[in-house]
């Protein structure tokens, strides 16, 4: 029975062995040939420029806002009632230098300014006679005609005589000071705002009546970075545009000239403030509103012999060039960065086309191809 057995065993097991073996070799002798794969270069499609040297002058941007460097309050200076006002003393008005904009009642001022100077023309004539008089007791004193006490009281009453005479022509010039204080004028070219005044009103010595701004000392202040406030003295006497918008509408555009920096930075912003001396108005209507922000278009600085690249080709410190069909990086120096373009130097040809597409991995050695 255990040989039987044995025997089942022993033929299962070449039976397996066998079977194995077959399908090795069916396997083996009907296996496919592995064919090589060709591996094809990668090519980058790209747009390139051939720049040249030159020389810049890039412009940068910044926000400020319009203000004028003589500024004040209008005030008669003395108390009365408003007798005239002229059509033009309103908000918004312009008005010339001297130019007259309201008047008070004037009577009560020149009443005292007749008394004054009657009173005064009779203490010069008082203080003439007390002067004879001192010369004549004068030489009766060297006689003994009178005595020192008499001639002293002479003295005294020639100074009080000629002090009366000095107050009462202090007095009389004080009033017509007062009497010229009656007239409000403006001292310079400039437009009113704040106007309170009315035909028959009592106003107040130095109660303000208007406020005043030039018209012919417009500046516009901006701020500008560290980087540039750091150098501002390069940029003084710079023109720059002066923008006023509306949104994306351009309204007004002015000129102006940077005249001087604020001579401290800017806790908020960084940088520093600049100060630029607006042209004078030919017309009124070119005219932009006191306080109004404007945009300034602004010089950074004056760059000779460089290359100006789109900013898509810098790659931190160097460029990529087209030779024969591959890139090959080049370094350069960043000279300036401005809105969507580059200013740099480095050993570039006016020859060389410069890749200014931008590729997200390492193109050097890599082939290319130029699609402008």
């Known amino acids: 029975?255990?040989?039987?057995?044995?025997?089942?065993?022993?033929?299962?097991?070449?039976?397996?062995?066998?079977?194995?073996?077959?399908?090795?070799?069916?396997?083996?002798?009907?296996?496919?040939?592995?064919?090589?794969?060709?591996?094809?270069?990668?090519?980058?499609?790209?747009?390139?420029?051939?720049?040249?040297?030159?020389?810049?002058?890039?412009?940068?941007?910044?926000?400020g806002k319009i203000i004028s460097t003589r500024s004040g309050d209008l005030r008669f200076g003395v108390s009365g009632k408003v007798q005239f006002i002229s059509e033009k003393f309103l908000n918004g008005s312009f008005v010339s230098n001297g130019e007259v904009?309201?008047?008070?009642?004037?009577?009560?001022?020149?009443?005292?300014?007749?008394?004054?100077?009657?009173?005064?023309?009779?203490?010069?004539?008082?203080?003439?006679?007390?002067?004879?008089?001192v010369r004549r007791y004068k030489s009766m004193l060297k006689d003994n005609v009178i005595s020192q006490n008499q001639y002293d009281n002479e003295l005294i009453l020639l100074s009080k005589n000629r002090s009366d005479f000095v107050r009462s022509k202090t007095m009389l010039e004080k009033a017509k000071e007062d009497l010229s204080d009656t007239v409000l004028k403006s001292h310079f070219d400039g437009r009113l705002f704040n106007v309170t005044i009315n035909q028959g009103q009592f106003v107040n010595s130095n109660e303000k009546i208007a406020n005043i701004f030039s018209t012919e000392n417009l500046e516009v202040e901006f701020v500008v970075p560290s980087k540039i406030y750091s150098n501002s003295s390069d940029l003084i006497g710079k023109s720059i545009d002066v923008s006023w918008k509306g949104g994306t509408t351009s309204l007004k555009t002015i000129k102006a000239i940077i005249e001087r920096s604020d001579g401290k930075t800017n806790e908020e912003e960084g940088g520093g403030k600049l100060f630029a001396k607006i042209d004078k108005f030919e017309k009124r209507e070119d005219y932009i509103p006191l306080g109004t922000f404007v945009r300034v278009?602004?010089?950074?600085?004056?760059?000779?012999?460089?290359?100006?690249?789109?900013?898509?080709?810098?790659?931190?410190d160097k460029v990529y060039i087209v030779e024969k069909g591959i890139a090959k990086k080049k370094n350069v120096k960043l000279i300036y960065k401005g809105s969507g373009y580059i200013l740099v130097d480095g050993n570039l040809s006016d020859n060389d086309y410069i890749i200014t597409t931008r590729i997200p991995e390492d193109l050097n050695n890599q082939k290319v191809k130029i699609l402008n």
Do not use: C, H, W
């Open 297 to 316: 278009d602004y010089p950074v600085g004056d760059f000779e012999n460089i290359f100006k690249l789109p900013e898509s080709s810098l790659y931190i």
């Open 101 to 133: 904009l309201a008047k008070l009642d004037q009577r009560r001022f020149l009443l005292e300014i007749e008394k004054l100077k009657s009173d005064t023309k009779e203490l010069a004539k008082q203080l003439d006679i007390k002067k004879r008089q």
């Open 1 to 63: 029975m255990s040989f039987k057995i044995f025997n089942f065993k022993t033929m299962m097991f070449f039976l397996v062995l066998g079977t194995s073996i077959f399908l090795y070799k069916y396997l083996v002798t009907t296996k496919r040939e592995a064919k090589p794969q060709t591996v094809e270069e990668k090519t980058f499609y790209v747009n390139v420029i051939s720049p040249k040297r030159n020389n810049y002058s890039p412009t940068s941007d910044a926000y």
